[in-house]
């Protein structure tokens, strides 16, 4: 559980970060921090998904 939120908010603070400087400055390093950030959010709503599945799949 701790794992998915601190995927899920890595990657939007990362985010919240990277895109603005990267849209100001384009640098290959802010892209890859971008595609980080996005990684992590895919990660965090996986995580989310199988921590979540077994309580919607009894009912």
Do not use: D, M
């Not at 100001?24 to 980080?36: D, R």
């Not at 996986?46 to 009912?59: D, G």
Request: with cysteine; proline share 7%; glycine share 8%.
């Amino acid at each position: 559980v701790w794992g998915c939120y601190v995927l899920l908010n890595l990657g939007l603070l990362l985010r919240a970060v990277a895109e603005p400087i990267h849209s100001l400055a384009p640098a290959p390093l802010w892209g890859w921090v971008i595609v980080f950030a996005a990684l992590s959010q895919w990660l965090g709503g996986i995580a989310f998904v199988l921590n979540t599945w077994p309580r919607v799949k009894a009912r």
